[in-house]
């Protein structure tokens, strides 16, 4: 990612105390607050910016980091290290510990944590000399990592979300990309207004046992080689459980098995998808003097 640099975005030098960061990311917010712009993407922007920045340099231990780690700050950002993650968007545990894969930045100017922007706005006034009423806070946008098998089957997350433990309902059957909308968990509102909400996109993570496209769940099989040759009924997992997939006599390493109806059903309860299984010969190695004379009179039969 490309490297930022947060003391320019906010016109100060790498020295600046504390007080002067504040000072200064007052200032600046005043001008391109998007209350200020409406309409105006070009100062919506460079808010985001202004915030990404001082929500780094405020704190010592981010700004030690970004300090000393310079241009490999993001990469290290990226990777989930340090105090909290940049650019706004901030990542957090789900109980159990381990990282949870779980994210939320802010859409539109939403306010940054552990700041108050009633600070900043006090003196702000409508047109008509009035000080400024009820405004609704913005809304957050936020990802989410889950199994194949958790959005096959469903699942729920408690999510620690500033001091706040949030119970989410992943419905069973939602896709990559698919969206959980959680009211009035986004930012506060200004002067009083409803808070904001917060929209969380699901990303499905495959593994080394299940990969999942679209409605369609795709596994590998092992099988031996005599199973290859002479068929067989072997035993699959799959998310529902187990049954018996049929191989006929002399599948070949690589061969894909559709079986209708056996993958994720969509949220809606109205499509099902297929569960696609490949089989993988497995080879043996170490084997006997006896099985050794056995294949090479195979051989000689040009098998």
């Known amino acids: 990612m ?17 007080d002067e960061i504040k000072k200064a990311y007052r ?27 001082y929500d780094v340099l405020k704190d010592e231990k981010k700004r030690k980091e970004y300090d000393e780690l310079g241009t490999n700050y993001f990469n290290y950002k990226n990777a989930g290290g340090g105090a909290g993650a940049s650019q706004g968007q901030y990542y957090y545990d789900y109980s159990g510990g381990g990282h949870s ?19 900043i706005f006090s003196d702000l006034f409508n047109r008509s000399g009035k000080k400024q ?12 990592e889950i199994s194949v098998t958790e959005s096959v089957k ?23 990309g698919g969206k959980i909308k959680l009211s009035g968990k986004g930012s506060a509102g200004f ?4 808070n904001g909400d917060l929209y969380i996109t699901i990303s499905v993570l495959n593994d080394n046992i299940y990969e999942r496209k679209e409605n369609d769940i795709y596994i590998n099989k092992k099988i031996k080689l ?7 009924k072997v035993e699959v997992s799959a998310i529902d459980g187990k049954f018996m997939l049929t191989i006929p006599p002399g599948t070949q390493n690589g061969t894909k098995f559709r079986i209708s109806k056996k993958g994720a059903t969509d949220v809606s309860g109205k499509k099902t998808g ?29 098998i």
């Open 2 to 18: 490309e490297y930022k640099d947060y003391y320019k975005i906010l016109g100060i030098s790498k020295t600046a105390s504390a």
């Open 27 to 53: 200032k600046l917010a005043r001008k391109h607050h998007p209350d200020v712009n409406p309409n105006d993407k070009t100062a919506e922007s460079k808010f985001k910016e202004l915030q990404e920045a």
């Open 101 to 119: 894969g779980f994210n939320y930045g802010y859409n539109n100017a939403g306010g940054g944590e552990g700041f108050n922007f009633e600070d």
């Open 133 to 144: 009423g009820p405004a609704r806070g913005n809304d957050l946008n936020a990802e989410l």
């Open 154 to 176: 469903g699942a729920e997350r408690i999510i620690n979300l500033n001091g706040e433990k949030i119970k989410i309902k992943i419905p069973a059957g939602i896709s990559n």
């Open 191 to 194: 002067n009083g207004g409803p």
């Open 226 to 232: 005599t199973e290859a040759v002479l068929g067989a």
């Open 274 to 302: 297929d569960l696609i299984v490949t089989v993988y010969v497995d080879i043996p190695s170490g084997i006997s003097d006896k099985t050794k004379k056995i294949f090479a009179e195979l051989s000689k039969e040009g």
